[in-house]
């Protein structure tokens, strides 16, 4: 047994004053007013949150998760992560020539993995998407829906096909919905111009989630309210959003916390290689992004693409300009996730019983110390040692 001590300590329902205890196992055996066992670490004003979880990111740290063939580029990132707070994350890739093969290769990342953020499965952003809401992806990989390309994808994905993001307008949507959700695939609504009617058969059809609220979908009219007006409307859906304030301004992510309760909000990062870098803009394939000092990644056009900002830096946001509890902030990027994903028996929040996962977090609201079954396994400093060293090669301006 082994204790830690914090005057923040944050579990699901508050913020106690105390000692967090692990058993050998590397479970949470207590959190209370007395240390038992040796006492590893009193880190008084700095919090413990519980390890995050990211439903929805691409990259990170110079390394790709979406448009490689190579699983190593997966699993270091997967290292890298640990260095944000992030524990446990599902890689996602996108439409794209390679999508099949980078399918079966995050597959493999997960089969292989031994360290690192744990990959709880794999996300595909399309291709079954309305060239109208592209957002920053060519049309030219997008496909028509249909079970047999369906089927192609959750085949190559061996088990690990946990989400998948579609636009439930096009022809033959709703068989893929029905078929995916049967085998207990979380379809999100994606990338989509579908009307309030189309987003609610939909949601009956079996969506479960709304993929990054309010960005590369129909927006809110007072005279048809569209995907918009149904995804905050209906509770039967998880809202992926993004918190940087730069996809979705402060005031729309007050709309939503309103309009839907705090335990069906799915905070995510939807990052990008480029997160985690120095601000600059990189020769990516074909396309040039820039990544701005305050996180903004965009292309030449000034299409958003992905997050330069961490989700640690977004649960902040909440906290601190939007006054949202810190429970419920903190939720919302770990515990919310972890249901969402059902792995909340172990993963998610700071509870007797589960995974010692936490992060210890100083008054800049940086990640400190990152630990995983009561081991630490990253701190501030292995920075350097977790970047991907040849990205910097890309860097043209």
């Not at 379809?187 to 579908?194: D, E, L």
């Not at 019983?353 to 008054?363: C, L, P, R, T, W």
Request: glycine share 8%; hydrophobic share 40%; proline share 5%.
């Amino acid at each position: 047994m082994k204790s830690i001590r914090s005057h923040h300590i944050v579990t699901e329902t508050e913020v106690v004053d105390g000692w967090l205890i692990i058993d050998d196992e590397g479970r949470i055996a207590a959190i209370g007013d007395t240390p038992v066992g040796e006492r590893i670490e009193e880190v008084q004003d700095d919090w413990l949150l519980p390890g995050l979880i990211d439903p929805h990111l691409h990259g990170f740290m110079g390394w790709n998760a979406s448009k490689t063939t190579d699983e190593t580029q997966i699993l270091r990132m997967a290292d890298a992560l640990l260095w944000a707070g992030v524990t446990a994350f599902v890689p996602s890739c996108i439409s794209s020539l390679m999508m099949l093969d980078n399918v079966r290769t995050l597959h493999a990342a997960r089969t292989h993995q031994r360290q690192g953020a744990e990959i709880l499965g794999l996300y595909m952003e399309g291709p079954f998407y309305n060239p109208e809401y592209n957002g920053g992806t060519p049309v030219q990989y997008f496909q028509a829906p249909s079970i047999e390309r369906a089927l192609r994808f959750y085949e190559a994905a061996g088990g690990d096909l946990v989400s998948l993001g579609l636009a439930p307008e096009l022809p033959g949507a709703m068989e893929v919905v029905s078929f995916l959700s049967q085998n207990g695939v979380r379809v999100g609504i994606a990338h989509t111009g579908a009307d309030y009617e189309q987003t609610i058969a939909a949601i009956d059809a079996g969506c479960k989630m709304a993929t990054h609220s309010f960005n590369a979908m129909r927006g809110l009219h007072h005279r048809e309210v569209g995907v918009t007006g149904a995804i905050l409307l209906d509770p039967r859906i998880y809202n992926e959003i993004n918190c940087d304030f730069i996809h979705v301004c402060p005031q729309m992510i007050e709309i939503l916390l309103k309009m839907k309760s705090w335990d069906k909000i799915l905070m995510m990062t939807d990052s990008d290689s480029l997160t985690g870098m120095p601000p600059g803009t990189y020769q990516i394939g074909e396309t040039p992004e820039t990544l701005e000092q305050n996180g903004k990644i965009h292309l030449p056009d000034g299409t958003i693409y992905g997050s330069g900002r961490l989700l640690l830096q977004d649960v902040f946001n909440l906290i601190d300009i939007l006054n949202i509890p810190v429970p419920e902030a903190v939720a919302m990027a770990s515990l919310n996730a972890a249901r969402f994903l059902n792995v909340d028996d172990r993963l998610g929040s700071l509870k007797v019983g589960k995974q010692a996962d936490f992060i210890v977090v100083d008054d800049q609201r940086r990640c400190r110390i990152t630990v995983q079954k009561g081991v630490k396994v990253c701190d501030m400093d292995q920075r350097s040692s977790l970047v991907n060293p040849k990205f910097m090669n890309l860097k043209i301006a």
